[in-house]
């Protein structure tokens, strides 16, 4: 495996994005990454490597960057009321879809000049928060990103200007979107009134709702971590990544 840490220049300063890609083979299809609220740790750099190892050049860039470099966070990220997770969430609040849609034109400028990225489609998948950026990525980038995957993305339906189903017509590529049967942030209500607007925008893909899950699922070292709903979402990514990306 091939692995970096680097900065990539924004209008907002430098984002610091952990890459990884396999050893032969090279050029590879890229593939953005993009993270959960708890942030970049070690956990998402082991996602990011599986990832790397079926044949993509994998970037995973720290969203958080604009608050400083010091937005890694320990084991009580999750718990709430701990001084952790009071940090984390002052920097989440602050995060909107257009500073993100900066952030992925930046990866993309990047990408131009990567020599070990195979020039053509990309694709783009997000987790948790994330999921939202990855759907409103493909949207502002039909051209490039065809193929865009939401993992128990929240509030995916909601009356804001940015609501991300408002986006799904604009797509040119495929989206997958994976939602837990349990999730606050994402209830099966919201799931089935965007499996209807999902139906009426035209978009290509589907949403499944994975049985007996959580939010979070497909994190090893999370609570509720679910091996047969994590190796299902490993599964639809690889073979989402391979039609589109080859």
Known sequence: MIEETLDIPTAHGA?????????????????????DAPGIRGELRMMARRLATVGYHVLLPNLYYRAGRETMFGPDVLKAGSAEHTRMRAIR????IPQVMDDVSAVLAFLKAR????????????????????????ARHPGRIAAAASFYGTWLVSDAAESPHLSLGQTR????IACAEHDELAPLPMVEEL????????????????????????????WCYDVPAAE???????????????
Do not use: N, Q
């Open 195 to 222: 499996k209807r607007l999902f139906a009426a925008s035209g978009a290509a893909g589907e949403i499944e709702i994975y049985p007996g899950a959580h939010h979070g699922f497909a994190f090893p070292e999370r």
């Open 173 to 176: 590529g495929e989206l997958y």
């Open 115 to 138: 020599l070990a990225v195979r020039p053509g489609p990309l694709g783009c998948h997000g987790y948790c928060m994330s999921g939202p950026y990855a759907l409103a990525a493909a």
């Open 93 to 96: 609040t602050r995060m909107t």
């Open 15 to 35: 984002m610091e994005t952990f890459l990884c890609s396999p050893e032969r083979g090279a050029p590879h299809p890229g593939v953005i990454f993009l993270m």
């Open 232 to 246: 299902r979402h490993w599964e639809r990514l690889i073979a989402l990544y391979r039609r589109r990306l080859g």
